[in-house]
């Protein structure tokens, strides 16, 4: 089984509507991240959560919002999609300062979504 | 900010050969870490190699080696013995001590020829 996991790996979905992207993990790390990943622009950071009580916005936050359920938890959420919110977002994760930190992000296998 | 520049959108080798993907950074920061990402067809983002700023010792991971020029901020991928696996998408990815965000590259797409 795959250590970081993103449900649904395919989406369609109608401009207007809501969508949660979901990701849980199996690793232990306390930091969780959203990145959304366009053709030409490489992955940019949406938002991201060091734990449960501490949520950040990334540099590409707007229209978007996150829950951190739980440690293992964090979800992803378009309150109103919208067609240039179509793109492949990537949940991850990293490990926290106090355990052998490298910086290296642990990244689940994408969510594709698309909104028409 | 920082920046992260993959000037090469596609390159192409010929299975076995050696090929060099090129990563250029902008950063006033002395400690940091760079990484090379893989994404295959699967859409996986797998690490390929890191590399510690304040380590002159260039990383090497079996048929993977970078060339670090801190001073150029130049981070280089070679690909030794390319395999058919390699085909992919590359990312040259930074990040800082005092920044949350990992900074990506727009991306290299490798082809291998067999």
């Known amino acids: 089984d795959a250590d970081v996991t993103q449900t649904p790996r395919n989406r369609i979905t109608k401009t207007g509507k809501r969508i949660m992207l979901e990701c849980s993990q199996t690793k232990g790390h306390d930091r969780m991240y959203w990145y959304r990943q366009d053709p030409g622009l490489g992955l940019r950071l949406i938002y991201y959560?060091?734990?449960?009580?501490?949520?950040n916005k990334g540099e590409i936050s707007d229209g978007y919002s996150v829950s951190r359920q739980a440690q293992a938890k964090f979800s992803l959420s378009l309150e109103s999609a919208i067609p240039n919110q179509t793109a492949l977002y990537f949940c991850?994760?990293?490990?926290?300062?106090?355990?052998?930190?490298?910086?290296?992000?642990?990244f689940g296998e994408g969510s594709r979504l698309t909104v028409l | 900010a920082q920046t992260v520049t993959q000037s090469q959108p596609e390159m192409s080798v010929q299975e076995a050969e050696t090929v060099t993907l090129s990563c250029t950074y902008d950063?006033?920061?002395?400690?940091?870490?760079l990484f090379w990402y893989k994404q295959p067809p699967s859409r996986q983002m797998i690490l390929v190699i890191r590399q510690e700023a304040y380590k002159q010792q260039n990383a090497t991971e079996n048929r993977f080696s970078v060339n670090f020029q801190k001073a150029a901020k130049s981070f280089s991928l070679k690909i030794s013995d390319s395999q058919l696996g390699d085909a992919a998408m590359y990312f040259c990815?930074?990040?800082?001590?005092?920044?949350?965000?990992?900074?990506f590259g727009t991306g290299t797409r490798l082809t291998i020829i067999p």
């Open positions: 959560s060091f734990d449960v009580k501490d949520i």
């Open positions: 991850a994760t990293s490990a926290d300062l106090r355990d052998s930190y490298t910086g290296e992000l642990f």
């Open positions: 990815a930074y990040k800082d001590f005092g920044n949350e965000k990992l900074t």
């Open positions: 950063t006033s920061e002395s400690d940091y870490y």
